[in-house]
């Protein structure tokens, strides 16, 4: 670590102020002055510089009050755009992000399995409807967000043969390269439920908890880490990887969350009679008509997530745990309703209990969280900007 340099310093003051508006909403320059401690002076230059760039937009003047009137300051919610790019085990995602981090846009394809000779030209395919779609507005565009499991060969085992055979080529493709090679704009990349987890840290929950594990379930259920109100993403990006926490089964028998506490199970159980497995994704699931598909799989997946909580509690320290989902949100309200009973027969002496409470972004929380991947790369506040270091190599996607 080496100094400091003046043009860092410049950007770092910059994204400071964005950041105070970001949280702050619409406020006039003197408040912005006091509230990031940078002088009137700083502040004019920096507000300049970002209305001349797009970033910020003046609201109505406010009268009535003692003194000058007033103009408050916003982000512009058309300042930047960001892609998200999410691969998912049942189908793949493409989103336009604005300045806001809202979601404009979405493309979306559907399919049984992952497989790379569907999936890369697929995502060559959204990136250019976005870039048609855009037209002029596509040089607003920082970057593209990938999301996706990692080792997503390795998943293909437990969707079945046909899965298994076509999702091992997965192995040799680093997909980071793959997306970058489609594009000339910057590509970041994060694990699916870790991208999700930035989602619901910067749109959702993370703006009340600092503390907290993210659990989302999905066709397999996979989470996330925030501490002291940071992205907790361990030395191969895999922190938070609950979906591989171990369980005792019965007897000598041992496994992982994955197998008990995915949609997964439920979407099999509702095959073997006959139903739409995608009824996972719909309210009608909670009809007393798949109540025997449907309780045995809330009490097994309610009994692991209990068992995870508390050991991840005992090891962290946690505030809370945050749930979402792309699961029916009828039934992932009885899930966590259903976790709550079981954490009540854990034991929780010399450690806290962490609450439980809903996700606040929804099924869509990985593309987002894929999208605001290269927004907080450009314009959130980072020490590594104006402090000169050597920077690590990215991580394989693989």
């Known amino acids: 670590m080496r100094g400091s340099n003046h043009n860092g310093m410049r950007q770092f003051n910059e994204r ?29 230059i920096i507000v300049n510089r970002l209305l001349e760039d797009g970033l910020l937009i003046k609201q109505e003047r406010i009268r009535g ?10 982000l512009n919610p058309d300042g930047a755009y960001s892609i998200g790019l999410q691969v998912g085990r049942r189908g793949l995602e493409v989103v336009v992000s604005d300045f806001l981090g809202q979601i404009r846009h979405t493309w979306q394809h559907h399919y049984p399995y992952p497989s790379p000779a569907e999936v890369v030209p697929k995502m060559a395919e959204g990136l250019a409807y976005m870039q048609s779609h855009l037209g ?24 079945g043969a046909d899965a298994s055979r076509a999702m091992a080529d997965w192995e040799s493709i680093d997909l980071r390269h793959t997306v970058q090679t489609m594009t ?18 910067v ?19 996979g989470g996330g880490l925030v501490l002291d109100g940071h992205i907790i993403n361990g030395l191969r990006g895999n922190a938070g990887a609950i979906g591989s926490f171990p ?36 309210d009608r699931i909670m009809d007393t008509a798949f109540t025997q598909m449907r309780e045995p799989w809330l009490a097994q997946a309610s ?31 009885a899930l966590m309703a259903r976790t709550q009973t079981q954490m009540q027969h854990m034991r929780f002496e010399g450690i806290h209990m962490p609450s439980l409470a809903a996700g606040q972004v929804g099924r869509m929380a990985r593309s987002l969280g894929a999208a605001l991947l290269p927004l907080h790369a450009q314009f959130f506040p980072d020490k590594d900007i104006f402090l000169k270091q050597d920077l690590h190599p990215p991580m394989a996607y693989h």
């Open 303 to 333: 009994h692991g997530l209990a068992l995870c909580i508390t050991s991840a509690a005992a090891l962290l320290d946690l505030d809370s745990m945050v749930m979402d989902g792309s699961i029916s949100p009828l039934l992932l309200q």
């Open 184 to 201: 000339t704009l910057p590509v970041e990349f994060a694990k699916d439920t870790t991208a999700a987890c930035v989602a619901e840290l």
């Open 65 to 74: 009050k003692i003194g000058q009137p007033s103009i408050p300051l916003s």
């Open 16 to 44: 400071i102020v964005l950041r105070a508006i970001r949280h702050a909403g619409a406020i006039p320059k003197a408040d912005l002055a006091r509230l990031t401690q940078l002088s009137t002076q700083t502040i004019s």
């Open 247 to 282: 369980l005792n089964l019965g007897g000598n028998s041992t496994g992982q969350l994955l197998e008990s506490a995915s949609g997964w199970q439920l979407e099999q159980a509702l095959i073997n009679a006959g139903l739409d497995p995608l009824l996972v994704a719909d």
């Open 203 to 221: 749109q959702g929950r993370g703006r009340e908890h600092s503390h907290f594990l993210y659990i989302f379930m999905g066709t397999f259920v």
């Open 136 to 159: 002029e507005a596509w040089s607003r565009v920082v970057g593209i967000g990938l999301s996706a499991p990692l080792s997503l060969h390795a998943w293909g085992d437990l969707m």
